[in-house]
Nanobody, 120 residues
Framework: QVQLVESGGGLVQPGGSLGLTCAASGTIFKIYTMGWYRQAPGKQRELVAVTVSNSRTTYADSVKGRFTISRDVTKNTVDLQMNSLKPEDPAVYYC??????????????WGQGTQVTVSS
């Protein structure tokens, strides 16, 4: 079983910065991808960023140039650095990982989420 724990959420003013961290723990054979999703009240969960490696990343158009995802493969962590935060960015941010166990079965795992609030 793989567990994902997010941290770093909180309150920030518009234009400010906030960093999120996700740490994977448990019985892990290999983590293929790690990423971040977010869900605001009344909206569907959407992809924010995903990475296989730091050189292979995908960002939502709404966060390109402002958010940066980085993964530490050796530590099984993924960070999301959020700069120039906008009033439309507040949401619960969820960490996601695709990982395989010793039986080579790949599963999708989700963290419980961390709240990001942007004051206006």
């Amino acid at each position: 079983q793989v567990q994902l724990v997010e941290s770093g959420g909180g309150l920030v003013q518009p234009g400010g910065s906030l960093g999120l961290t996700c740490a994977a723990s448990g019985t892990i054979f290999k983590i293929y991808t790690m990423g971040w999703y977010r869900q605001a009240p009344g909206k569907q969960r959407e992809l924010v960023a995903v990475t296989v490696s730091n050189s292979r990343t995908t960002y939502a158009d709404s966060v390109k140039g402002r958010f940066t995802i980085s993964r530490d493969v050796t530590k099984n962590t993924v960070d999301l650095q959020m700069n120039s935060l906008k009033p439309e960015d507040p949401a619960v941010y969820y960490c996601n990982a695709a990982a395989s166990n010793a039986a080579a079965k790949i599963y999708a795992y989700w963290g419980q989420g961390t709240q990001v609030t942007v004051s206006s």
